[in-house]
Nanobody, 124 residues
Framework: QVQLVESGGGLVQAGGSLRLSCAASGRTFSSFAMGWFRQAPGKEREFVACISYSGESTYYADSVKGRFTISRDNAKNTGYLQMNTLKLEDTAVYYC?????????????????WGQGTQVTVSS
């Protein structure tokens, strides 16, 4: 089992920044890939970013490329999502996910464990 707890969400003005954290426990953190997903009201959950177990491979949705950065600190069992130049359309509940496989993937179904989510609200 893997437990994931997100933090760092909140209310921010458009153009601002937030850093989300995902604290993992239960299994060797460095053995699995991680991803960030988000779900806005009335919409399906969508891929945001993912990172391989080593941190060497990362992938981003086109909508966040150049603004968001995914990273991880295996020594701290924590993953991060740095979000800059936030836009109104970034408003959503953000979820971190863990995949029992070292390879990163953008596919939602490939992730085995999910956090409870953290709300990010971008205001004008």
């Amino acid at each position: 089992q893997v437990q994931l707890v997100e933090s760092g969400g909140g209310l921010v003005q458009a153009g601002g920044s937030l850093r989300l954290s995902c604290a993992a426990s239960g299994r060797t953190f460095s053995s699995f890939a991680m991803g960030w997903f988000r779900q806005a009201p009335g919409k399906e959950r969508e891929f945001v970013a993912c990172i391989s177990y080593s941190g060497e491979s990362t992938y981003y949705a086109d909508s966040v490329k150049g603004r968001f950065t995914i990273s991880r600190d295996n020594a701290k069992n924590t993953g991060y999502l740095q979000m800059n130049t936030l836009k109104l359309e970034d408003t959503a509940v953000y979820y971190c996910a863990a995949r029992l496989n070292p390879t990163a993937t953008i596919e939602t179904y490939a992730y085995n464990y999910w956090g409870q989510g953290t709300q990010v609200t971008v205001s004008s």
